[in-house]
């Protein structure tokens, strides 16, 4: 990394630090001592210990009695005001429900964040099928029902990039081949909905449909997901079809209601 500016004469070399820092964590490091946090971010241990103590004034971290770190709710409270989920959820969450409670099954919200999707809400349905997603993590776009979505009305420039980078297999099912993958990708545009089929796990199926904005653009993705041989993806897409489109016009009743109040 390029670094510009002294470490006494800018701000951006410190705050790079600070951001390593933070970005040490993730879903199977909750908790990291100040020896892993210098060996994750490869800072020398007493500067890692300074940046750390402000980081834990500040509230972006919290250190337990055991020592370790632990993201703070500071973190969470400022997550929590990122527009594009905090409006979307409030705005999907009504049907989401209802989806949830006709089916009794996973329904899952998400957005396109570059190349990934990355979960801004979802609701375990009862009994359903155990899923690896969890609001605020991110999943390769091209396994699942909401990738796949997100993927197929993402700009060519984003589509080329997943495409011909590394495509992750979860599943012996899981498709990599980028041609049968564009193939997928133009039958979702066509359709209206995706179908994921035993892509992350052998034991679970995935329906996604396009959530629009007042512009009639993509701008997030909604997926039911259910255990594979339950029930039929094409008998599944009209339910998901009518909830995505339900949450496309309380997004656009909200924004003319901003604009008439304005």
């Not at 498709?175 to 193939?183: A, F, H, I, Q, S």
């Amino acid at each position: 990394m390029t670094r510009h500016g002294g470490q006494n004469g800018s701000t951006g070399p410190v705050l790079r630090r600070a951001l390593h820092l933070l970005d040490a964590f993730g879903p199977q490091r909750r908790a990291l001592t100040l020896t892993e946090l210098a060996r994750h971010t490869g800072l020398p241990a007493p500067t890692a210990h300074r940046m750390l103590r402000e980081l834990v004034a500040w509230g972006a971290l919290e250190r337990g009695a055991d020592g370790a770190y632990r993201i703070g709710l500071r973190i969470w409270e400022l997550g929590s005001l990122a527009p594009r989920g905090l409006g979307l959820r409030e705005r999907a969450l009504p049907s989401m429900e209802d989806l949830s409670q006709v089916t009794r099954e996973n329904v899952q919200l998400a957005v396109r964040e570059g190349t990934e999707v990355v979960y801004v809400e979802r609701i375990a349905g009862t009994a359903a099928v155990p899923v690896h997603t969890r609001v605020g993590g991110r999943f390769a776009m091209t396994a699942t029902g909401v990738g796949l979505v997100l993927l197929a009305h993402a700009p060519d420039e984003v589509q080329q990039e997943v495409l011909v980078g590394h495509i992750p297999q979860f599943t012996a099912r899981t498709v990599t081949d980028p041609e049968e993958l564009r193939r997928m990708l133009a039958h979702v545009r066509t359709s209206g909905f995706s179908i994921s089929d035993r892509q992350v796990t052998t034991d679970a199926l995935s329906v996604g449909a396009p959530i629009h904005d007042v512009r009639g653009q993509v701008c997030a993705a909604l997926s039911l997901v259910v255990r594979y041989g339950s029930a039929s993806p094409h008998a599944l897409s009209p339910l998901v079809r009518t909830s995505a489109r339900a949450i496309s016009r309380a997004l656009a009743d909200a924004d003319q209601g901003r604009i008439e109040s304005t």
